[in-house]
């Protein structure tokens, strides 16, 4: 009866919770009604065991029992940590937090006070402030020209799939194709080895799903082939980190004459080009194949660091069959090129003759030579092409092509590319591990400012680098919107032009904050990742200046001056300023290191499998990071240069502020 009960374990829960609750009530009324009495000065209960704790533990064990007894004892062990927590801070912890709230932070508050009464004392203690401040960000720009750390448009963790593509020339058998696969599997498994713990699965594609997933192209082609490494979960890695398979899988390919082989990891985020993607545009195709040729030839010689291997789209050695039709001889026969075209096509492609219908579908029924018959070049030279001769009184005749067309093998460009139109060739490559892409992508473009292009032909550098600059320029204009919508906010909310300006300059100091922690820890900037956290955290920051300001506001309105009304607001308002921007950063911290707890297991089995790591933190870590560096520096500055800057507007307002004429009263006797 009690498994089929909790079966049911959510509205189970619920209402054994309410029923508990309500018995309780019933047996100790008194129990019932304290959470709502009024706190009476000097009362406090905590360290002491009272009769409305006791029915607290009776309840909460009670309820574990039952859990315990339906074997849930996730929830049993829940509700027993649950109990204990609140037992040790009634009677252990609650003394250290008096202390802080009594002592220490009212010390705190003092000292900070004493602080703020030294600034804005004299001009010139606010000035050595204000210079102080001008020193470290002056020392925050020269620290992070020193250690620029990387800037990456997406971030990457370690892989859990590795691709290695292979592509041979245009119509290479698929047995051929299927034999060079086999030569790179054993180098794959030269590399992962045979019983890798941390390899799940090896899966190799020959001609169907050969494809680059990021092509979005499902077709079958002969001469290409994936080989798909599969990695287990992060979480059973065991430290291994899966980077070092990439790096050494791309050093181990090697070449193959006449093969492109690319080694790549799945990718993250929106699709996107290759990191190294140079797009040659023109009207002649013939200058565009020159040119393309000779700028690969240019930068392999170059042999730029971090540059897998360039490779471009241009297919000019595509196998074809050719026939050259004698046109004046076709004439004379009374055939004309359409009608031999359509017969090829019919011989080798077929013709729809009818359709077979089921009770389900169709199907076509296609008419066309026997497969050894179409393949062969001798029975397509002798196909006959039949037709009514009307020179002939309308006689039905039949030709071979031989007769009027010599049939040869040949080569030609596959398919071309256009963009707007023009047509265009894309040499590519990726980057390989432990090189920043950005880096790698100067050397090409300054290589390619070197390289002497003709006119007609326009080369540029587009692919990730053209999303990342549309990506920056996007956050930039989301940036400074949000920045003119708070302007206007707080120019209605304050009604003043000056003290808007004062809480948009915590957005500096968060600036400052955000290059001081990337120069520090030398992390990756990803722009996308880490401009998102940098708009987001310019309207955190701005509510701790309005927090103080409006505060100095009201003490001011109450006939406070305005020296003791900075310190006094900075003083109060400290509580809440420091409260949020804690709890956020702390909140922060565990996506930010990446930390992996299994609540579920640490109930129920009592391992939480803590790790660190794994895709969560490749990706929202820049975020995180991001806010925490902008906004512990600019909680900081905010309690500190916030008032200093009020206290010097208001005494700029009052020198430049009109004194009221004296009127001399004459009263006659």
Known sequence: IIGKFMHYMPVTLIITLMASLFVAYIINPVFAVQFMKPHKEGESKLGKWTKGLSITSIVFVALALIFYAAKSYGMGNFLIAMLLVHLIYRFLLYRAVHAFQTRAWPSFQRGYAKFMTWCVAKWTHALTVLGAFIAVTVFTFMLFGARTPNVVFFPKGDPNMINVFLNLPVGTDIKYTDSVTQVLEAKVYKV?????????????NVAIGAADPADNDNGTYSNKSKITISFVDYSLRRGVSTAIYLDTLQKAMGNIAGAEITVDQEKNGPPTGKPVNIEIRGDDYAKLVN????????????DIPGVEKLKSDLQKNKPEVVFDIDRERANFEGVSTGQIGQEIRTAVYGYETSKYRDLNDEYPIMVRYQRNQREDINALRNLDITFRDMNMHGDIRQIPISTFANVHYGRTFGAITRLNEKPVI??????????NPNSVVAQVTAAIHNYNVPSGVDVELTGEQQDQKETGAFLGRAFMISIMLIFLILITLFNSISKPFIILTEVIFCVVGIMLGYAITKMDISIVMSGIGFVALAGLVVRNGILLVEFTDMLIAQGYKVKDAVVEAGKIRMTPVILTAIATILGLIPLGLGLNID??????????????GGDSVAFWGPLSWTMIFGLSFATFLTLILVPILYYATAGVKSKFKRKPKEVEVIVAQ
């Open 192 to 204: 992962i080895g045979d019983t890798n713990p941390i390899v799940q699965s090896v899966i190799t």
């Open 291 to 302: 040119v393309s040729q000779g700028l690969l030839h240019y930068l392999d010689s170059l």
């Open 426 to 435: 894309t040499v590519s490559s990726n980057v390989l591990g432990g090189y």
């Open 599 to 612: 609540f579920g297991t640490l109930f129920s089995e009592l391992n939480p499998h803590i790790y660190f």
